[in-house]
């Protein structure tokens, strides 16, 4: 993956060849824990700036690192990219969540130029009031749901392949047949049922609140739609589906997910990278090969034009 560390401030230079938005929404990176995908934030930094960025909470998984820390260099790297960027006069905000709880207590003030706020209306280009938020107010059972979620994946099956051991267990013991995967399955479908419910729950507050719209996270489901007339739009997370919200200079509002973006940024990085044996190849290629056409000039422009 791409190196962050640079201490001869390179990287800042490469920041300038990424997409500039008005302002960009991440949250749920959980910093901390095993399964951040801290690589693939560093990657959407770099190529992605904003005049403001919102941390919309579970940024650092403080209830993780307190059990024994996971913290490796990369995790690092994303907290310096991040100042680096307030340095260079992006406005952070920092919206706290429930797994950096912590962080709720110096609401108001700021650390390194980021801003911590317990929720934030944020105004777009083209006028709109957006109420952004974590949202873990607005649950009850999320870690429940979110566990049942999990196991709707892969794990139904496993349990579907357990009903015949575990039922040929309670017959010996004089219980009746009971399905774990059936079980499992309901419980599956009221985690559906659940994020439902938050996502209305979370609208409606929006609308209490007289905005147009709200950005929030925690449930680690990415969404933008309408609910009771309210855009309720979600960031995902940085765990599993890593997507973020960014707002353009006009004001609109979009998903990135950013693995299906980030391919599109991969095709000028390797042209790039292979500028430079492009053009050695098209000046040694007459020599070599004693009059044969050299590599097609158009390609080695394109080559030296998108050089990173
Ligand atoms: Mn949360």
Redesign the pocket.
């Known amino acids: 993956m791409l190196s962050v560390y640079d201490p001869h401030g390179h990287q800042e230079d490469r920041d300038r060849d990424g997409r500039s938005f008005r302002t960009l929404f991440i949250s749920?990176t959980h910093l901390g824990t095993r399964s951040c995908q801290a690589d693939a934030i560093l990657e959407f930094l770099r190529l992605n700036d904003a005049e403001t960025i919102y941390l919309v909470?579970?940024i650092i998984d403080f209830w993780r690192v307190k059990r024994g820390p996971v913290w490796p260099q990369s995790h690092n790297d994303v907290l310096q990219k991040l100042l680096r960027k307030v340095r260079k006069g992006a406005r952070i905000i920092f919206i706290p969540?429930?797994?950096d709880e912590a962080l709720r207590d110096y609401c108001g003030m700021s650390f390194g130029g980021i801003e911590i706020h317990h929720d934030f209306v944020h105004q777009t280009a083209d006028g709109r009031r957006i109420l952004v938020m974590?949202g873990?107010e607005f649950d009850i059972v999320v870690r429940y749901a979110k566990w049942l979620a999990f196991l709707g994946d892969r794990s139904y099956e496993i349990a579907l392949w357990c009903n015949n051991p575990l039922n040929w267990v309670r017959r010996r013991l004089g219980f009746g047949y009971w399905s774990l995967s059936a079980y499992l399955k309901q419980r599956v479908k009221s985690a559906v049922n659940f994020i439902g419910e938050f996502e209305t729950a979370i609208a409606d507050e929006a609308k209490r609140r007289e905005a147009d719209g709200v950005i929030c996270?925690?449930i680690h489901h990415a969404a933008d739609r309408m609910i009771h007339g309210i855009r309720y739009i979600n960031c995902g997370d940085w765990v599993e589906s890593c997507t973020a919200l960014a707002e353009d200079h006009d004001g609109q509002i979009r998903l990135i997910r950013w693995h299906e973006e980030a391919a599109k940024y991969a095709a000028p990085a390797m042209i790039a990278a292979a500028a430079p044996i492009a053009l050695i190849e098209a000046e040694a290629a007459p020599l070599e090969a004693d009059g044969a056409l050299p590599l097609p000039p158009l390609e080695a422009e394109h080559a030296v034009e998108t050089r990173v």
């Open positions: 749920d909470g579970d969540g429930n797994h974590h873990d996270g925690h």
